[in-house]
């Protein structure tokens, strides 16, 4: 398959399911994006909990990360997917894909942790930070620059 140009929408990628306990964060340049989940391995997290997903058609598009097992785990995620205000979220992770650039995922076992993943990716560029809770989603920084407009 071609890789489509940026801007252009990766129609053969299966769309990003709920990613529980997950924090994604955008950064524009893919070579800082492996720059940064080297550092979080060397920080200690570790190496298949962190992810970097790169361009339109990303080995790797954002619904293999992870999520609930089994039939009532994959029910309640989809009752909680269709009733949060995450869809836009994540079609914008998408997007960005789309765009060229990078996602970085990082799986959090812990609030110290999770907090510490946010502050290592902050210093390698990372924006659009939103850590996917059991509960609740939580968005610890916004968009940084034009952004960008995702199929709807």
């Not at 390698?124 to 930070?129: E, L, N, P, R």
């Not at 809770?133 to 939580?138: D, S």
């Amino acid at each position: 398959m071609a890789r489509p140009k940026p801007g252009q929408p990766a129609d053969d990628r299966q769309r990003i399911r709920y990613p529980l306990d997950w924090l994604l964060a955008v950064i524009d340049d893919p070579v800082r994006a492996r720059e940064a989940a080297s550092a979080l391995v060397a920080a200690g997290f570790e190496a298949d909990h962190v992810k970097v997903l790169e361009g339109a058609t990303a080995d790797g598009s954002l619904s293999e990360l992870p999520t609930s097992r089994g039939a009532m785990g994959q029910l309640i995620r989809l009752i909680q997917f269709m009733s949060m205000d995450q869809t836009p979220d994540l079609r914008l992770y998408e997007a960005a894909l789309d765009d060229g650039r990078a996602i970085a995922a990082v799986h959090c076992g812990s609030r110290p942790r999770l907090l510490e993943a946010r502050d290592l990716l902050a210093a390698h560029g990372a924006h659009f930070q939103n850590h996917f809770g059991r509960y609740a989603t939580e968005e610890f920084s916004r968009w940084r620059g034009p952004e960008l407009h995702p199929d709807w």
